[in-house]
């Protein structure tokens, strides 16, 4: 690791009553550990201006970086860019980039720059702006007793595109010659930290230390990242992240080279390449697995029409499951999905479809199909799979679950991949 001394002041009042939970600092104190950075110091404060000063003053004297995080939206509270012009002895005035941001900003959503929102273009003079892509405050950077200071908004969404597009490089410039550090991240489905950890300790006992493996536990997709500095050799690296690949296989959803994916931008993606359209016929789940599939722009494409069929009359009326199939086998079964995803395939038209049916709980379980209970059905009209999955937990946690497992299933058979993944086994209902 490099001696660069890095410091992070965070900034408000939230973040001191415990409304809300610090990520921000976590995340990217990860990110620069990709640099072979290590971040030596972290303060917390309220939105209070006298300590901002000087939390300031002395951090600026101890360090070579100092990034700030918080504090520079539109309200009487956000005090960043007063205190670092304060602490500078700056003079505030209105940035003309900053200005020329919240303009393009507003006129993208059609809405009127505000007095407030003047504010966030009210920064210290001669101060560098940082580029905010999606938010409507700037960050800005200035150098303070030969202390480089990044001050970034506290939106984690903002916060992370930043640090990964602006402060990041800024920082390595700083480096120098010293070793660089490189972090190869992906994105795994169907295991669990622990589960993981333990699956390359006991496949790959001998695996070099100077791969780092780390993990960013997340829901519903793992990141596992292989942190490696510019000294280890190429070709030696290259043979153990094959060994890696392979042994994870068709478990790796994304490799991420600028900005982490998730399951439905994956299968949106897919549909995209391969010209298809997918159909969604959902009980248990509610809509959720349409709702992933549509928060992704384009998504109208290859997106069509989802059915909410809750009720078994609404599965015969919309989807002309019939009646028989329900009486005898009842709503979560195989014949009733089957019968389901053949419906919503008919009715809309679409290439692929996945349909779900189960038993969310906290109560309807019984003793053949307990809480947790669920059928899913994928595939065309030529060719559909069904399983039967056990997912105990929450019915909040089901939900999240069977959505997630229902895209990977599609994603799988989108690719043609016939080998059955390790969440299915693990969660199959034993007879």
Known sequence: MTTLNVQLLMTGN???????????????????????????RMVTVADELTTLVNEITQISLQSDVLVI?????????????????????????????????????????????????????????????VANSIGSAVGFALTLNNCLIICTPGVPKEFKLMVRNEVLPRVSTLIGDAEQFYTKRMQVFGYGESGLQQLISDKLPDWPE?????????????????????????????????????LLGDHIVHHIEDHPSSLSQVINSLLDERNLTLTTAESCTGGLIASQITQIAGASANFHAGFVTY????????????NETLAEYGAVSEQTVREMLQGALTVSGSDLGISVSGIAGPSGGTDDKPVGTVWIAWGNRENINTVQCLVPGSRWYFQQAVSAISLDLIRRFILNINETPRYLIDRAVKK
Not at 15 to 39: C, H, P, Q, R, Y
Not at 69 to 94: K, V, Y
């Open 14 to 40: 939230e973040l001191m009553s415990g409304d809300i939970v610090d990520s921000n600092s976590a995340f990217i104190a990860n990110e620069l550990k990709s640099l072979g950075v290590t971040v030596s």
């Open 311 to 322: 009720s078994n009359q609404m599965k015969h009326q919309l989807l002309n499951v019939s």
């Open 69 to 129: 995080n918080g504090g520079l939206g539109p309200t009487t509270d956000d005090l960043t860019a007063q205190a670092l012009a304060q602490a500078a002895n700056l003079p505030i005035c209105q940035h003309p980039d900053a200005y020329q941001h919240l303009t393009s900003w507003c006129e993208k959503r059609n809405a009127k720059l505000s007095p407030a929102n003047l504010k966030q273009a009210m920064l210290p003079q001669h101060c560098e702006v």
């Open 210 to 246: 100077a791969l780092e493996i780390g993990f960013r536990a997340s829901m519903p997709l793992l990141e596992l990242k292989v942190t490696y500095t510019t000294s280890y050799p190429e070709t030696e690296r290259q043979v153990w992240f094959n060994k890696l690949y392979a």
